[in-house]
């Protein structure tokens, strides 16, 4: 049986009088709301749950009891009327899913409507977070990283158990962040009934508009979003399929990718930096390198071990794709496998990038300028940037690609190499004003 008991939040902090909370408590698990009141403790009833007629702010202080202890029984009864179970995960989702109240004193100050879907998508989210997660939902990430000292709370801390690895999550998490704050600027709380074409429409606006997203991020997050909606009608829990008629592509405009890519004339250049002094940045060249001479991405590259060396190939399963591939080993790969015994040593992506980018600024060619255009929704983003400046992890696998390319390894061997499910991927990953001086040369010399 579900009950609610006011009580008195103990604080690190001394202060005089201690904030009032309201405890919704369904079989032995409980979880607290603020009233947004305080009082001082010799005027608090412990038996009563309530303040004491000697505090002066004692009708105000029960009232706000009162009004959050019915709106979380109101909760547990809609929910127990459509043959849900009240439970505290429950009841606690269509409460945080609340738009707040103007006043801070109003912890609770109405109950959303119930519609035929019961729950609110956030809970179904939090559902989906949790069982690709191991079992932890958004929340216990965030009290998790609050624990580590974590600066930004939206990114999880390294886990196990979980079915997606631990970039794929942050993506969720991100998801969820967006839909809590698209709910509070529109006032809403989303059901599974309101994802249709003209929902997305204008979640779409919000993210252009309010987020100021670019394009190619809007895409990601429309994308996952209708991954998860995709998975619930799967679970037979979405009451139609309207949200698959809205697309993208009326809305989005697209620019040739400006591509960075190496040449071998770099990567020789790249290798003879002298960096015995520095042995971090010096591990950090050699992960780059053997990435250049690999195609691997840079998930797969720090999992070799000397079990994936079989018959002078690489053989792994990629983590991304799920896809085994076999890449032969060359001068180079081996040179840099044997020096670290065929077992690469993880470094955080982040410390990686910040080196790679430091090293590349040592070579001449790296500090040409480009264009980088980028669109959101209509606007044009334009900036001139160093080359180095664009180089991440994933451009040892552009380098790989695009010198394979250029020496001729055939389109279809090559695919099987990086493990492109079609020419159009590849084709992606291709620089294609590579060498076009000397291209235009041949044609019209």
Not at 90 to 111: E, F, Y
Not at 225 to 250: C, G, I, W
Request: with cysteine; proline share 4%; glycine share 4%.
């Amino acid at each position: 049986m579900a009950t609610t008991k006011a009580y008195l939040r103990a604080t690190n902090v001394h202060k005089s009088a201690l904030p009032v909370g309201v405890k919704y408590c369904h079989q032995r698990q409980w979880f607290a709301v603020s009233t947004g009141t305080t009082i001082e403790p010799e005027h608090w009833d412990k038996v009563k749950g309530q303040a004491k007629s000697t505090a002066t702010n004692a009708a105000g202080v029960n009232a706000a009891i009162s009004r959050v202890a019915a709106a979380l029984q109101a909760i547990a009864d809609d929910l127990a009327q459509q043959g849900i179970e009240p439970s505290v995960e429950a009841v606690k989702a269509m409460q945080k899913c609340q738009p707040k109240a103007p006043s801070s004193t109003l912890a609770v100050t109405s109950v959303p409507e119930i519609r035929n879907t019961g729950l609110p998508f956030l809970y179904h989210l939090d559902s989906f977070i949790s069982s690709k997660n191991g079992g932890l939902t958004y929340e216990h990430i965030q009290v998790r990283n609050r624990q580590h000292r974590k600066m930004d709370y939206r990114v999880p801390i390294q886990h196990e158990g979980g079915i997606f690895g631990n970039n794929t999550m942050k993506t969720y998490y991100s998801l969820y962040r967006i839909i809590k704050e698209y709910q509070l600027h529109k006032d809403v709380v989303l059901e599974l009934v309101d994802f249709d074409k003209r929902m997305l429409s204008d979640f779409q606006a919000f993210l252009v508009g309010e987020k100021k997203y670019l394009n190619s991020s809007v895409a990601k997050v429309i994308k996952s979003l209708k991954r998860v909606l995709n998975q619930l009608a799967d679970d037979d829990l979405m009451p139609h399929t309207k949200y698959r008629r809205f697309t993208l592509s009326e809305s989005k405009k697209t620019v040739a990718r400006t591509v960075i890519a190496l040449t071998q004339q770099e990567m020789a250049a790249l290798k003879a930096l002298p960096l015995g002094k520095t042995p971090g940045v010096a591990y950090v060249r050699d992960l780059f390198i053997l990435g250049c001479s690999s195609g691997l991405r840079y998930s797969d590259l720090v999992r070799l071990q000397p079990s994936h060396i079989r018959n002078n190939h690489i053989h792994i399963e990629m983590q991304k794709t799920g896809e085994a591939v076999a890449i032969p080993l060359n001068a180079t790969s081996k040179t840099i496998l044997k020096r670290y015994d065929y077992t690469i040593r993880r470094i955080s992506n982040c410390g990686y990038n910040i080196h790679l980018k430091t090293l590349l600024q040592m070579l001449p060619t790296m500090l040409a300028p480009v264009e980088r255009v980028r669109w959101s929704g209509a606007e044009r983003r334009s900036e001139v940037v160093p080359r180095w400046s664009l180089v991440t992890t994933h451009t040892a696998r552009r380098t790989f690609i695009n010198v394979a390319l250029e020496s001729g390894v055939s389109v279809a061997v090559l695919r099987s190499w990086v493990g492109h499910a079609n020419l159009e991927q590849l084709l992606q990953y291709a620089d294609q004003n590579r060498n076009a001086v000397g291209e235009m040369a041949k044609a019209f010399c």
